[in-house]
């Protein structure tokens, strides 16, 4: 663990930035959740964000569903085109949890390099 900066988690993931890493990624974050990894831009982030909220607004679960949104129903576009995820609307919320929990993470950053303060101030 003392390769990464954590950026944020919960029980469904972990968001991270390595210490170590090639120039052109440095400010990458390393999402995992399940048994996937994506390595994203804050952009592609952001878009990801937009693809789970747009997946949770048009979601269709199973007027008689016996499985309470844990069933792999709803399909959500990852930052790749050619791939699409299978997820329940719990894990959808998990995963809405993680990513904006990260962006939100991102942008406190922001702020404190436009301030000059550091994380320990």
């Avoid at 789970?52 to 979601?59: E, F, G, I, T, W």
């Avoid at 949104?69 to 930052?79: D, I």
Wanted: glycine share 4%; net charge neutral.
């Amino acid at each position: 663990m003392n390769d990464i900066n954590t950026l944020y988690y919960n029980d469904f993931g972990i968001a991270f930035q390595w210490k170590r890493c090639a120039a052109k990624d440095f400010k990458k974050v390393q999402l995992v959740f399940r048994n996937t990894g994506f390595f994203l831009t804050e952009a592609e982030l952001i878009q990801f964000h937009k693809n789970v909220k747009r997946s949770l607004d048009s979601q269709q679960l199973c007027s008689d569903c016996k499985h309470n949104g844990t069933c792999r129903s709803l399909l959500l576009q990852t930052p790749a085109n050619q791939i699409s995820l299978a997820m329940s609307l719990i894990e959808l919320q998990d995963v809405q949890d993680l990513i904006k929990g990260t962006i939100t993470q991102l942008e406190l950053e922001h702020v404190f390099k436009a301030n000059n303060i550091s994380k320990g101030d």
